[in-house]
């Protein structure tokens, strides 16, 4: 069983053009890193010590989304876009943005503004370990966003989720620093009918 | 692997991240393919990672990086199977290039096993990891870990005998 499996398991490899091509933007990724290193570092000089640990925590763990339909664009409110379709040699591809270009909320004096539609309404009580704030937009193809906050404010996270017109879940994404899905976020999910059922 | 004081990567660190790669990856992708069973779910999980590496959010210890890349590897996949950006759908690959026709069927057979029974197999029979170390990385007992690969290689063996049945058959008509 054992040499029987190790040959058959050794043919599932990487290409080496894949490998190659993930080490460059590994590599490029190093030079990124430096960069937001750098930012940080100034973001802390005029941020509160609190809001500049959750920045740099939050860019540690950004978790992206599963949308796989057909040919489209879908232009998420974080700012950020997912692509999906068939490539010309019929090689089905999803290309995805970053969910949330820049943090949709901001913390000032211990306090979580929510700023992702420049109202700047303070939802600090909504957000707790368990519970999240909802900020919800149709769009004009008819499209339903839905974006959560939720999290202690040294401990956000947020999270993007779409249907269609038709009012079927497509997908979502969410930025959280913790490794496993947080409770608020599932509650969100489960309160929103935002679910994937797993096999 | 030391952290840097500012939470990222050093030169050093860089170079030790990128020969852990060339000596990871495969590892990584096969036995993310294993849980996931789609080439770019496992290639996403090789970017995942690595990228944590780089981010300064894991550290392997000096020597124990292979069990630290494995750890990561399946704490990355369960998120994956039980998470709401899972893909909707998951075709699988059949453009691996086996070297005889049993390996295929015997991939084939793997494949088609639950995921809590893949990822024990591979780590047993592909990694070596004993039932003790698989009960860590799975957060299971030992004696469960055992009967899962016993459990596993009865259903590897259902297929494989219905497998040879149905081509049995085929060449009978």
Known sequence: MKSNYKRTFDAVNLSPERQNQMRTELFSRFSEKQKEDNTMNIKSISKPRKAFIVVAAMLAFTLLVGFTFGNQIIQLLGGGRIETGTDGDGNSYTSIDMGFEADPVEIRDGQVYFVLDSSDENITDYCTETTYYQYEQIADNGYRHVVAIGGTPDNLGWAEFVWDESGDFIGGNATTNEANAPIWLAHAQEALGAIVIPE | ?173
């Open chain 2, 1 to 173: 692997m030391n952290k840097s004081e500012k939470g990222g990567v050093n030169r050093v660190q860089e170079v030790e991240i990128l020969e852990l790669f060339d000596q990871y990856s495969n590892m990584v992708y096969r036995i993310a393919y294993s849980y996931l069973r789609q080439s770019q779910d496992a290639e996403d999980t090789v970017q995942a990672v690595f990228l944590k590496l780089i981010d300064g959010s894991a550290h392997p210890e000096q020597g124990k990086e292979r069990a630290f890349l494995t750890r990561v590897t399946i704490n990355h996949c369960k998120n994956v199977l039980h998470s709401v950006w899972k893909r909707r759908v998951e075709p699988l690959d059949s453009d691996i290039v086996f070297e005889q026709k049993e390996d295929r069927e015997l991939f084939n057979a793997v494949i088609a096993l639950p995921a809590k029974y893949r990822i024990v197999v591979h780590l047993h029979y592909y990694e070596g990891y004993t039932f003790s170390e698989i009960s860590g990385f799975l957060k299971i007992s030992s004696s469960a870990v055992s009967m899962r690969i016993h459990r596993a290689k009865k259903l590897l063996k259902d297929i494989l005998r219905e497998d040879s049945n149905e081509i049995q058959l085929q060449a009978d008509i």
